[in-house]
């Protein structure tokens, strides 16, 4: 059996190993997340762009100082020379960008003097680019940002522009052109403006890995657990076979001692033990008060005869006899077992059988009973 825990222990490590692997692949799959800036390799392409209210008659300015694998930098004046003013920097997808599998975006937003920003988001719906919006403030220190990506409001202008609908405020992100950060209607006006975003990074959620994480675990560990069990089924098994053909060839050895030995004392005695070893509470006292002999000698001759002391003996004799019964009268419970053996403890019993077979006595006889052959054991 320490065979076997030996190998279950390494089976239990392998599987450990191999479900942390497996749980840490999972697990980063299942919070996808893009880097634009610095952009990472699993970025959409982007290219940056200046956009104001010049071509329609405003006098805003963006001046764009940076856009590196590190941050945005720009810099940016609004002007009231027409009713909406805006100026914003524009990140620039190379065609469209799936950003489907995002969620949030996080970055880090600086700006002198403090300010109230915008991020536009702008997505393709049914051919038509249509603006999704949020506000985001900064200040000269730095304030992280982080934003949802999912609840973008759409400004009412867009809907009287492009005379749509306004109960069609849904939008996808599957087919992103841009994203926008830029003066808001709370931005300062005719004040000269600087912005620096960076970190600039998607995040999002795909619980798909994290079922698929469990369903392979609850799989692994049934698999392990049914295994082990299998295997122990049959570990203990082959102990019992074992333990049975031992006992076959000490039953046969017993029987030896109840014929004629030369030396009537030593027969006597062997004689004694073999059989009344089913008396409750017999003792070395008992065995010498019923042959005669000394303690002494009773000792002698079981070591001598067996190489055991007279408790390892008895109790030998009896767990023999209730692994024999257990295995043939199956009509008798466990406590009529050790009580008809010599045990009136039937706790104590299940405990020396247990140290005996590797297992309890009801384990022994289901074990057994599934080893028997037609001809008996």
Known sequence: MQHFYRKALGAFVLLLAADALIAGFCIH???????????????????????DDAPFGGASTLRIQEATRQSLR?????????????????????????????STV??????TPANSL???????????????????SCNEKGMPVSLDLTRLAIPEWWYDAQHVDLARR?????????????????????????????????HGRDDRYLVALAVILLIGWSAFGIGFYR???????????SRLRNDRSFAAYRQLTVERFEDKEKADILRFIATHYAQVGLDLDAVAAGTGAARGKVNDVLKTELGMTFPGYLKKLRLTEAA????DAAGATVAEVAYSVGYANGSYFNKLFKE??????????????????PSGH
């Open 106 to 111: 996080t970055f880090l937003a600086k700006c």
């Open 29 to 51: 799959r299942s919070a996808p997340s893009a880097s634009l800036l610095p952009r990472d390799r699993t970025a959409p392409r982007w290219h940056a762009a200046a956009i």
């Open 74 to 102: 720009f810099d940016f004046k609004v002007s009231d020379a027409i009713p909406h003013p805006w100026a914003w920097a524009a990140l620039q997808f190379d065609g469209t960008a799936d950003l489907s599998a995002y």
């Open 356 to 373: 005996e077979y590797g297992c309890s006595p009801r384990e022994f006889r289901r074990l057994a009973s599934r080893l028997k052959t």
């Open 118 to 136: 915008i991020l536009n988001v702008t997505v393709v719906d049914e051919g038509v680019a249509k603006p999704a919006m949020t506000f985001f």
């Open 231 to 241: 295997a122990q089924s049959r570990a203990l098994g082959a102990k019992v076979i």
């Open 324 to 327: 024999r019964l257990l295995t």
């Open 170 to 202: 849904s939008y996808r992100l599957d087919r992103v052109v841009k994203l926008e950060f830029g003066a808001s209607q709370y931005s300062p006006r005719e004040l000269d403006s600087h912005v620096e975003i960076s970190g600039l990074t998607l």
